[in-house]
Antibody, heavy 118, light 111 residues
Framework: EVRLVESGGGLVQPGESLRLSCEASGFIFSSYWMNWVRQAPGERPEWVANINEDASEKYFLDSVKGRFTISRDNAKNSLYLQMNSLRADDTAVYYC???????????WGRGTLVTVSS | DIVMTQTPLSLSVTPGQPASISCKSSQSLLHSDGKTYLYWYLQKPGQSPQVLIYEVSSRFFGVPDRFSGSGSGTDFTLQISRVEAEDVGIYYCMQGLYHRTFGQGTRVEIK
């Protein structure tokens, strides 16, 4: 079974940092682009970042450039999102999603909640 | 950025009746490779989004044939020929041409 499990979410104060992880199983992780997508309460999903198979290409939503970094460890079948200088508008459920190509996201994980509040 | 606009934002449908959702993009989603990267996702209550339709009109594995997608360029439609109770949720269109952006979502409920 193809599976993605996110972890690392929590409550942090504005300006603090958090590192999310996504553990993949059931497929050849090193063969796929991977994505982080977030969804604030009651809002549409918002793509955050993606990374290619060997981590040589990375792209970011404009509002997180310079604050977030995406990385992967193919030996550990894991995807990461390092989030620095967090702001209240970063509050959301963060999903990782496998990319079958050009935004064909399947599957998605169940998500991990990040809350930024003082 | 490519802006995706869906209408309507909500639908209340009698079981067995059809439903249609429109999605318009701010620029053409036709790639130089000849494909159009428009997707439809359904987020059922309490769940993560799941893909229904990819590249405008291809149904994903396991998606019932009552779901169909159509369109080209900047105008796209998702149709459900006969709505069932399990179709309740929020439907999002999404473009994959440049970065990824989602429409506002269309909430479908059963009358």
């Amino acid at each position: 079974e193809v599976r993605l499990v996110e972890s690392g979410g929590g409550l942090v104060q504005p300006g603090e940092s958090l590192r999310l992880s996504c553990e993949a199983s059931g497929f050849i992780f090193s063969s796929y682009w991977m994505n982080w997508v977030r969804q604030a309460p009651g809002e549409r999903p918002e793509w955050v970042a993606n990374i290619n198979e060997d981590a040589s290409e990375k792209y970011f939503l404009d509002s997180v450039k310079g604050r977030f970094t995406i990385s992967r460890d193919n030996a550990k079948n894991s995807l990461y999102l390092q989030m620095n200088s967090l702001r209240a508008d970063d509050t959301a459920v963060y999903y990782c999603a496998r990319d079958r190509g050009f935004g064909f996201f399947d599957p998605w994980g169940r998500g991990t909640l990040v809350t930024v509040s003082s | 950025d490519i802006v995706m606009t869906q209408t309507p934002l909500s639908l209340s449908v009698t079981p067995g009746q059809p439903a249609s959702i429109s999605c318009k993009s701010s620029q053409s989603l036709l790639h130089s490779d000849g494909k159009t990267y428009l997707y439809w996702y359904l987020q059922k209550p309490g769940q993560s989004p799941q893909v229904l339709i990819y590249e405008v009109s291809s149904r994903f594995f396991g998606v019932p044939d009552r779901f169909s997608g159509s369109g080209s360029g900047t105008d796209f439609t998702l149709q459900i020929s006969r709505v069932e109770a399990e179709d309740v949720g929020i439907y999002y269109c999404m473009q994959g041409l440049y970065h990824r952006t989602f429409g506002q979502g269309t909430r479908v409920e059963i009358k």
